[in-house]
Structures are given as C-alpha cells and as structure tokens.
C-alpha cells in the first residue's frame, strides 16, 4: 500500500472539504426557490383543505387567492395585531413564546354562496413527531366546519390515520363550546356517542396520537377564545 | 462500442457479469443481506419504492465512479471519511433535488432519503470494488448494485401495495374487480414493516429453491 505523509492527508482533506462544500452551498442557493415556493403550495393546500376545498400543487395558488378573502393575527385577548404577515407566521415558534406575546393567525375564507369560515393552524406532538393542521369554524365561530391534519411521523395505519378523510370529517359541525365555555373536542378511545356534539372515535391502535390531537386541538384553540367571544354573532 | 482494439471491449462478458450478477445470485439484498432497512421501510407503497431505487442507483454509481477515479491519489488512512463524505454530498444533493422537484414523494420518503447514506450497500461497494477498480468497471458495478436492490423493493412494495392498500402505483385495482362486494378486505398487516421482512423472505426462499448452489453449508 502506498504511503502518504501527513502533510499530503491533510492537504487532501482541505480540499476535498472545500469542493463538497461549494458544490453544496451552491446547490442549495440554486435549488432555494422553488423549495421554497413548495412550502408555500403544500401550506395553501392545507389551508384550502379545512375548508373542504381540494387543490392540486398547480391550483393551490389560483384557489387560495380566491377563497381566502383576508388574514389576519390576533393576540390572547382578542385584540388584531397589525403589521404581520398571517401566512408567514410560524406556529412552532410562537408556541415557545409566553402566551401573551404569541401571534395567533387567523385565515378568512369566503365562499360563493355567502358563508365565511375562520381558519387556524394547529401545532402539536403526536407520538412519534410534531402533527399539525387547520380547522376551520362555521360563521357562528363555535361549530368546525372542516380540519385537515398531518403529521411528520406516525405509525402507518395507525396513528398515521388521523389524515384520512374518514376521520377528519367526523369534526365536522361538532362543538367546541358547551354553553359557553370552550372545552375543544374529545376524541374517544373506544368510540364516542353518535349524538355527542364535543367528541369523535379516536382510532383504534392509535390512543396516543389521538390524545395528543385533542391536546393539539385544546391547547392551540385555547388561546383564540377571546377572539372566538368577540366576533361570535 | 470500443475505440481501440488492444483495449478490452467495453461490453465484455467480465464487464457485463458486473451488471448482471447483482440481480440475481450476487443479489445485495436477498444474498448478502445488505440494505435491508430501507427494503423494510419504503415498500409500503411503489411510488416511493421506485423513487428510493433511482435515487440509490444515483447515490451508488456516482459515488463509485468518483471513488474510483480518485483511488489512486486517496490516502488509505482516511479513505473511509472520503467515501463518507462523497456519499453524504450526493445524498443530500438527491435529497434537495426531490425537495426541489418532487414534493410530495420527498415529504412521503421523509428520514430515508438522509438515510441512504447508512445504506451498507453503497458503503460495501465503495470500499470492496470502487477502490479497486476502473471507473468504467466501478459504473458498470454500481449500476448492477443498486439495479438489484431496486427490482427486489419494488417486488416487495408492488406485493405489500397490492395486497395491503388493494391499489398498484394508487391505481385502485382491488375496487376496480369489484371484490370488496364479495367481502374482501385489504389485509392491514401487509402494511406493517414485518411483513416487508416475511416479503423478503419468501423471495430468498424462492430464489435458493431454484438455485441450489446458494444454500449455505450449515
């Protein structure tokens, strides 16, 4: 076997680091663009989802212009906060935050007929990884009127089945409010009653994530209820 | 193909066995055994099983003709780290490129495209051909390779799709014949990583009841 002299490895080391490196960096600025525009789509799509409206990544876009009339954030007291971009904020990030200074999107969607729904992100941990999604609220700002969830990782045929329609339209026009407290959704292990207005079947192998999805859905509605009060008509 | 006679022919019968021999009974996965994770974890559906082929098949012949054209002047004592980091590059070129240009099946293959970099395959060819051979040979190699881990994911997603979901490439095929009617069911279990495993099993067990030579003495 040839010999080398330490020099010669550490020359060699240097510039192969240095190749990798340029070769990398300017793959990632030239690739950045339409990453990023991906991002974007896959975001507008699931925006469009919780209301019911299914788009391609070609009319994601054309769709969302159309639908979502305005945005909006909000603050824990219901208050609008001016000056920042509602698709551009980061759940993850606000949820680190302390409540009071966390932004809370809001997404308003008009339809042709003349209803509106009120959309919001969801961000939690399920069983393996983060899931997260948007639920949207009918006009009287208590009953959903529609979710879309996904997740990063859960067990394929279980857990992972909290993004099948079968179960996502079972939220649809239950109750968030009893009287008037907010008290979210509860999914059920073992099945809820058919007639209850605040819970859904949890999915059978899957107790865990569906617990964290009504955390998820609990600890990040929590915060809008003032908001919910305010503008409830 | 060749341009000088004294040269070997690029097609030769020791440069065509390279290709041919990691399809069958060189087989990566169902003879050495190697790559098995990914074989578990990708095959639930084809679309992604195909996707991780082609992107291994890249990952693989990329990077051994680059080790092979550099062998000569890689310093043994850090070839390991050369080989890590040339697969590395490539795999997270793969990696973009999909995020890039194909969403939705880089969101479906998540970790596993990062993983390829673990796959023992690319790894085993690196340090067991790559570094001792032509680039042309160390094509040809990588080539067979990942040809021959690739047709056994998507025999093993083609059977765990068609059995466990009822479609083929999302194709509904099980409703299409209407059997659903006569009260058939997907077989959920299909879907599950053991069953990848049983998968494979059956396709090694296949593969050495027709090819007795293959049998291990012991």
């Known amino acids: 076997m040839k010999q080398f002299s330490n020099r010669y490895i550490f020359m060699f080391a240097t510039v192969m680091v240095v190749i990798v490196a340029f070769v990398l960096s300017s793959a990632a600025l030239f690739l950045q663009p ?46 609008t906060r001016p000056g920042i971009d509602a698709f551009n904020v980061d759940m993850r990030k606000e949820q680190r935050k302390p409540v009071g200074e ?46 879309s969830f996904d997740h990063k990782s859960e067990t394929p045929g279980l857990g992972a089945e909290i993004n099948t329609t079968e179960f996502e339209s079972q939220f649809i026009n239950k109750d968030l ?33 569906s617990k964290a999805l009504e955390a998820m859905i609990y600890d990040c509605l929590v915060n809008y209820v003032e ?6 008509n | 193909m060749s341009t000088k006679e004294e040269r070997e022919p690029l097609f030769s019968s020791k440069n065509l066995k390279l290709l041919r021999d990691p399809l069958g009974d060189n087989n990566p996965i169902t003879i050495q055994v190697l790559g098995i994770c990914s074989a578990l974890a990708v095959t639930v559906k084809l679309a992604p099983a195909v996707v991780m082929a082609i992107s291994v098949t890249v990952v693989l ?25 040339v697969i590395a590059m490539m795999v997270i070129l793969v990696d973009q490129v999909l995020k890039a240009y194909a969403f939705e099946i880089s969101k479906q293959l998540s970790v596993f495209v990062g993983l390829i970099i673990t796959n023992c395959i690319i790894m085993g060819r690196l340090e067991g051909f790559a570094m001792a051979n032509k680039p042309w040979p160390s094509f040809l190699d990588g080539l067979g390779n990942s040809a021959g881990y690739g047709w056994i994911l998507i025999v093993v997603a083609f059977f765990r799709e068609f059995l466990g979901s009822g479609t083929i490439y999302g194709y509904p095929v099980m409703e299409k014949l209407g059997v659903y009617n006569l009260g058939y069911e997907n077989n959920g279990f299909m879907i599950l990583p053991p069953m990848a495993l049983i998968t494979v099993g059956i396709i090694i067990w296949v593969q050495r009841s027709r090819n007795k030579e293959l049998i291990e003495n012991n």
Request: glycine share 8%.
């Open chain 1, 34 to 79: 339409m990453q990023q525009r991906n991002a974007e789509v896959e975001k507008k799509r699931n925006v469009l989802a919780s209301v019911g409206v299914e788009a391609t990544a070609e009319t994601a876009e054309e769709l969302y212009d159309k639908y979502i009339t305005k945005t909006l954030v909000v603050d824990v007291t219901g208050e």
């Open chain 1, 227 to 232: 908001y919910l009060k305010k503008n409830s």
């Open chain 1, 177 to 209: 409010f009893q009287e008037n407290e907010f008290r979210g959704i509860l999914v059920a292990k073992g099945g809820a009653d058919d007639d209850d207005p605040h819970a859904v079947d949890g999915i059978s192998g899957g107790t865990i994530t």
């Open chain 1, 102 to 147: 966390q932004a809370l999107p809001v997404f308003i969607a008009s339809f042709e007929d003349g209803h509106t729904s009120y959309i919001m992100p969801l961000e939690g941990k399920g069983l393996w990884g983060p899931i997260y999604g948007y639920i949207s609220l009918n006009n009287d700002l208590r009953t959903i009127n529609g979710v």
């Open chain 2, 61 to 85: 012949v990329v990077a051994n003709v680059v080790v092979s054209l550099f062998r000569n002047i890689i310093p043994p004592r850090i070839r390991i780290i050369f080989m890590l980091v």
